[in-house]
């Protein structure tokens, strides 16, 4: 169990668009967190990118697309297309992005990302809406 205390007693969370925080132009992001893992809901206008290709030392990352489309380099120089229903996994220390973002027409031409990071990234804390 943690030695942080929860930042909130929270238990679900509902789809609500005013809980995104504009992080770069066609980026958005909604934090969750909870304990010692945190969800980051993203939300790319297609075109965006590329992004840099680095890693996070510190933070285990599994991350599944929801819609649209990524395509990205992990772990080498092969780019792989991820598609609705497909997972990466990062580990900590494991270089990953360099990404491409294909929108789903049907979610206003973004692609949906749901990160997971274990622990949490302190540096997103301030992202965190209520």
């Avoid at 030695?3 to 909604?30: C, E, H, I, Y």
């Avoid at 080498?76 to 997972?87: F, K, M, S, T």
């Avoid at 491409?100 to 997103?124: A, K, T």
Wanted: proline share 8%; aromatic share 10%.
């Amino acid at each position: 169990m943690s030695s942080q205390p929860a930042l909130n007693d929270q238990r679900v969370w509902f789809l609500d668009d005013t809980a995104f925080v504009d992080v770069k132009p066609g980026m958005r992001r909604r934090v969750i967190p909870g304990n010692d893992m945190m969800l980051c809901f993203w939300r790319i206008k297609s075109g965006v990118g590329p992004t840099p290709y680095a890693d996070h030392p510190e933070h285990e990352q599994f991350g599944i697309i929801v819609a649209g489309h990524l395509d990205f380099r992990i772990d080498g120089d092969e780019r792989r297309v991820l598609g609705p229903g497909d997972v990466y996994w990062a580990p900590a220390g494991c270089d990953h992005g360099d990404s491409l973002f294909r929108g789903d027409p049907e979610r206003d031409d973004e692609v949906w990302i749901v990160d997971m990071f274990s622990p949490n990234r302190e540096e997103y804390r301030p992202d965190v809406v209520r």
